[in-house]
């Protein structure tokens, strides 16, 4: 397999792997992202880099300062002129959906065992952003840090490096403070002749901050030679370069040169602890990609999965990949039945009633444990079995790995049911009857062709996408179509990032992102300035090419719940109804069809009552919504849930989130149409705030299942609250909410809750104040109509000190979760909650004035 030979790579991922001035973002017809190595000067000279990509590449944009806010509505205008650099030609904002750990094992496996290649600049990116989340104990998680600040946000509270920066006192630059703080985790190495220069004195005059006080007229600008940091983040790039100015009164472009960037490893790194489902197939991925096994960060994993004990402690999923592999065998897994398709529609735990996301998996997951699947034995998968194991692979007792899964890796464990139902299976696959077993694999390969051709290979999500992939080769071969079309759709879900290229949650988040924009410009009344006039419009255009015009291909063949009308998470071709997704978009249209002068009624009345029926069709029996479909199981289904990584996976649920989106989409809809299917929207509202008011939590918010986590999902539930007039003043159910979101108000005027919430069920305070979760906080205490102004003007404040000087915020903790278990980043919110956030605020302050002069 040359297409997979092994390379030599530096010792880093913070060192360039490639260049990312060739680096573009492609963005198609139907909003799908796809980004490009230009090899030669020519097409990148024909083919300039945008704002956008530059952005997330991690690159200076070189955008001018902007008059410094003297209000909460200049500070969001002024966030929403840097947004509008990001947004792309076509109207809608792309980004990075990074998080998951173990999403990049399944595409370069999947793409391994199909024989797909990738392009050299792919392979090393994937490596560096590998490399980039490695933990300290050189192992991989299979989530986001959940531990808070890591090693520089720790200095700088304990060292305070940015008051000194600011204050003058050290001559240096921001990076070499931070060194100083941070020696032992620094990746500056070998970094030119200045670095060095700091360096040797670092070690001359060990150590302590006044040795280098002392220093400072040694470090002199003429001593800086330009250099370009590979970084982590550009954070603060702007506040580096003024205090930089300020301090030697140099020109900006010689500060430009001198300090390009700042290292710092800020709280939104993916360095969940280390787990044996992470750092096996990571490490499988790793060495499939091209790193030797005596590379440093080999040795490092391996070591880590050695004290683990090896990859038996892998979790299902984890076996699952290892086995298609050929490095674990399949005697290893628990029985997975594809025969349960066999099984009539009305049974009650028939696989069509599962989580969309959870059946979609196991189809493919049935078909290849069916056909029992195997890479065939390359050297490096006699190699791999070598590296992964701590004892020799064939003496291993693999029937006793089934149910072994190592502690780190446990969030659900295997309920007593579950034990029972695998001893069945399991004795039931020593004599599986062969022309029932070829029926199950044949109904299995049936769906997931129909999965194909309705989202033309992007599939619902990036690990049935890649299993698809290998259950397309083995039925079809490498020259059929569907090999090519998944061959391409592989790139959908691979984002280039500062850190490396990962492979995303989703193939993006483009509509969840232009839902909140589009609202958010015209609540602030920014939308309908004449500056950003143009923007809205594509935001309308974009959001009008979106909505799914029909029901899919294969509807109810293959299980689906009606679409047309309906608008998906990320793109089009995607197709998958969302509740919430839907609920958003509409509101976002009959905002800018209603709102903007001489917006374009590009989406009719017809298609809003399109929408509108999606959403009446998505109401559970007590009130509440789901994600993609009705719950279509009971929820003790759950006690089956295979996969010890996830929790709540087995059925859907009731959202808060969700529910509320569908609430206020149609209470926002009913003002403008009146008269479409009155008393059906007005009874769905009644039950839905019904279960709304059940599911607050006693203690006054609401629990958040996508967002992180009580202030995400209190937000929500106060706008619809407020929508059928329920606010302070007049509703318990508010004033409670209220009064548990001020108890959390921290002095500095924000609120941070940590991802730990979202697994504990409780709240948990962030290490930091969060710009979008105070965002969301004092949004919802504005939807309650909140009577007294502090808490949100302290909120307002806060938001705006983060505020950069060209307008944008820097990255914070991540944002979004999955599962219980798994974080996800939605780096777009910190522009879309605080420029809605900062407008909103600055009316409804007034407003509070105005009453209270009256
Ligand atoms: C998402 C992302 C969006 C999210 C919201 C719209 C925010 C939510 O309100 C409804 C559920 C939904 C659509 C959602 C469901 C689960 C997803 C698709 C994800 C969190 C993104 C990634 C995740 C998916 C399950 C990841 C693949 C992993 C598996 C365990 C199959």
């Not at 493919?364 to 004892?391: C, D, I, N, S």
Request: charged letters at 25%.
């Amino acid at each position: 397999m040359s297409a997979y030979a092994p390379l030599d790579v530096p010792a880093s991922g913070k060192l360039p792997f490639t260049d990312y001035s060739r680096w573009r973002l492609r963005i198609s017809d139907e909003g799908d992202h796809t980004w490009h190595y230009l090899p030669t000067d020519e097409q990148c000279a024909a083919w300039p880099q945008t704002d956008c990509d530059k952005y997330w590449l991690g690159l200076p944009l070189d955008l001018p300062s902007l008059p410094k806010p003297t209000n909460a509505l200049e500070a969001a205008r002024n966030g929403y002129r840097y947004f509008q650099h990001l947004q792309t030609e076509d109207g809608h904002w792309p980004g990075e959906y990074g998080g998951p750990m173990f999403l990049i094992p399944g595409l370069v496996i999947g793409s391994y065992v199909t024989g797909m290649p990738f392009k050299l600049e792919e392979r090393l990116e994937m490596i560096r952003y590998l490399f980039n989340h490695t933990n300290e104990d050189g192992g991989w998680g299979m989530t986001p840090s959940r531990a808070g600040p890591c090693s520089a946000e720790r200095c700088r509270e304990a060292h305070g490096w940015e008051n000194m920066l600011a204050r003058g006192i050290y001559g240096e630059p921001l990076d070499v403070l931070l060194r100083l703080a941070c020696t032992s985790t620094s990746p500056f190495e070998d970094r030119g002749q200045a670095y060095e220069d700091a360096e040797t004195r670092r070690q001359n005059a060990p150590s302590t901050r006044e040795s280098y006080s002392s220093d400072r007229a040694v470090v002199r600008p003429d001593r800086w030679r330009p250099r370009l940091f590979q970084c982590d983040q550009l954070i603060d790039y702007d506040r580096t370069l003024d205090a930089t100015q300020s301090m030697w009164g140099v020109e900006r472009s010689m500060c430009k040169s001198t300090t390009v960037a700042i290292w710092s490893r800020l709280v939104t790194h993916v360095e969940g602890p280390s787990t044996v489902f992470g750092t096996a197939l990571n490490y499988c991925a790793m060495r499939i990609l091209g790193v030797k096994p005596d590379h440093p960060v080999a040795v490092k994993a391996r070591a880590c999965l050695h004290k683990f004990g090896g990859a038996l402690g892998a979790p299902s999923w984890g076996k699952f990949w290892l086995s298609i592999l050929n490095v674990y065998e399949w005697e290893g897994n628990h029985m997975i039945p594809a025969e349960l398709w066999l099984l009539p529609d009305w049974v009650p735990v028939h696989p069509h009633r599962w989580w969309i996301h959870t059946r979609n998996v196991y189809i493919p997951m049935g078909y290849l444990y069916g056909v029992r699947f195997q890479m065939q034995e390359t050297e490096l998968v006699l190699a791999l079995r070598e590296e992964l194991y701590t004892q020799n692979y064939h003496s291993i007792d693999w029937p006793a790995q089934r149910s072994y899964v190592h502690e780190v890796d446990l969030y659900t464990p295997h309920s007593t049911l579950l034990e029972g139902v695998y001893a069945i299976l399991d004795t039931y696959e020593q004599c599986a009857f062969p022309p029932l077993r070829r029926a199950a694999v044949r109904r299995s390969y049936e769906l997931v062709v129909l999965e194909d051709e309705n989202t033309d290979c992007q599939d619902l999500g990036p690990v049935n996408k890649m299993m698809n992939q290998i259950v397309r080769m083995h039925a079809e071969g490498r020259e059929s179509e569907a090999y090519r079309k998944h061959y391409e759709r592989r790139h959908d879900f691979m984002w280039l990032g500062k850190e490396g290229m990962m492979m995303c949650g989703t193939n993006g988040s483009q509509l969840w992102d232009i839902a909140f924009m589009g609202q958010a410009l015209i609540e602030t009344g920014l939308g309908e300035e004449e500056e950003f006039r143009d923007s809205v419009v594509r935001i309308l255009k974009w959001l009008d090419h979106c909505q799914i015009r029909e029901n899919p291909k294969h509807f109810k063949s293959a299980y689906r719940h009606q679409t047309k009308g309906a608008w998906p998470f990320s793109t089009k071709t995607q197709g998958y109804t969302v509740s919430d997704c839907t609920g958003e978009a509409l509101k976002a249209v009959l905002y800018i069809q209603e709102h903007v002068k001489d917006a374009p009624k590009l989406i009719s009345e017809e298609r809003l009552c399109d929408a509108v029926d999606v959403l009446l069709s998505l109401q559970n029996p007590d009130g509440g919504f789901a994600s993609y479909e009705l719950i279509r199981a009971p929820q003790i289904l759950e006690y089956l849930n295979p996969a010890e990584v996830f929790g709540n996976i087995m059925t859907e649920f009731n959202y808060p989130e969700c529910t509320t989106s569908v609430i206020t989409a149609l209470s926002i809809f009913r003002k403008y149409n009146p008269k479409y299917r009155t008393n059906d929207i007005q009874r769905t509202i009644t039950k839905a705030v019904d279960f709304l008011h059940k599911a607050q939590r006693p203690e006054g918010p609401w629990f958040g299942s996508w967002g992180i986590c009580f202030t995400y999902a209190t937000q929500f539930a106060l706008e619809s609250l407020s929508l059928v007039g329920e606010t302070y003043e007049n509703s318990a159910y508010a004033r409670k909410a209220c009064d548990f979101l001020i108890g959390k108000q921290r002095a500095d005027g924000g609120w941070g809750e940590s991802y730990k919430c979202c697994e504990v069920l409780k709240w948990v305070e962030h290490e930091q104040t969060q710009v979008v979760q105070t965002c969301w906080a004092a949004m919802a205490l504005m939807y309650a109509q909140y009577p007294h102004p502090e808490p949100i003007e302290r909120a307002v404040q806060l938001v705006m000190s983060r505020q950069r000087p060209d307008g944008s915020w820097p990255q914070e903790a991540i944002e979004g979760v999955f599962n219980k278990n798994v974080a996800i980043s939605y780096p777009n919110f910190k522009f879309e909650f605080t420029i809605w956030m900062l407008g909103r605020a600055h009316r409804y302050l007034e407003d509070l004035k105005g009453r209270k002069a009256k």
